[in-house]
């Protein structure tokens, strides 16, 4: 069956620039999950959202970072006013409650 | 204390060794854990759950030590595709985001 996907799997944008990131889940996973790994790192948290809410948004690095979620399917997350330090490999996770993520591919994201 | 610790590696084991991690998790409520592997420039991807009783999947044993708060992950017969990073994940049970992922381990099979 299908898996998680992501799009776009690579974007290079300038600093200052707005950019929008997207996630498509396993069909019926209610949990979605975003993180960032940036190269020879660790998985950094973003947000976490269950159906179309978002529990814990604790790990948004600033207000420059914003993601929604629509119809418990789809979600989208924004980076405003791009940094450089905001290039990273930007990974989506689906899941059904409180059991095993499943990974998209991930979107890796340059800032020049 | 991190909420998931793991020794960073890296391992560097001969093909055909045995190889063992452990994982410490602070939350003594946690109920779910589990081992994930990363290749290099990959997403991770789920290698097994963790249960109370341990469990096995051919060459590769999870065990769970409740009272000591880690849990383990054994790779007998190592081979040269079993070179990652191994990531110990466990539930954070109190918490809305539900689960946390250790840093990870890395390990490299030489031939």
């Known amino acids: 069956g299908a898996g998680v996907s992501q799009s776009p799997s690579n974007k290079v944008t300038e600093k200052g620039k707005d950019v929008e990131l997207r996630c498509d889940p396993i069909?019926?996973?209610?949990?979605l999950y975003w993180y960032r790994q940036s190269l020879g790192q660790g998985l950094e948290f973003l947000i976490y959202?269950?159906?179309?809410?978002?529990?814990?948004k604790s790990g948004l690095p600033s207000d420059r970072f914003s993601a929604e979620r629509t119809g418990g399917s789809v979600s989208t997350l924004t980076i405003q006013r791009t940094q450089q330090e905001d290039s990273a490999v930007y990974l989506c996770a689906s899941s059904l409650a409180e059991s095993e993520q499943y990974f998209g591919p991930g979107t890796r994201l340059t800032v020049t | 204390r991190k909420e998931v610790e793991q020794d960073p590696g890296p391992f560097n084991v001969p093909e055909g060794a045995t190889v063992a991690f452990n994982c410490t998790y602070s939350?003594?409520?946690?109920?779910?854990f589990f081992w994930y592997r990363q290749d290099c420039r990959k997403e991770p991807k789920l290698l097994m759950s963790?249960?109370?009783s341990g469990n096995e999947d051919g060459r590769f044993t999870a065990q769970l030590n409740r009272a000591s708060q880690y849990i383990s992950l054994l790779i007998r017969d190592s081979k040269l595709s079993d070179s990652a990073t191994y990531l110990c994940?466990?539930?954070?049970?109190?918490?809305?985001?539900?689960?946390?992922f250790g840093s990870g381990t890395r390990l490299s099979i030489r031939p």
């Open positions: 939350n003594s409520a946690s109920q779910s």
């Open positions: 994940v466990v539930d954070r049970w109190s918490s809305a985001s539900k689960i946390i």
């Open positions: 959202f269950q159906g179309n809410s978002a529990p814990d």
């Open positions: 069909s019926g996973h209610t949990a």
């Open positions: 963790v249960y109370s």
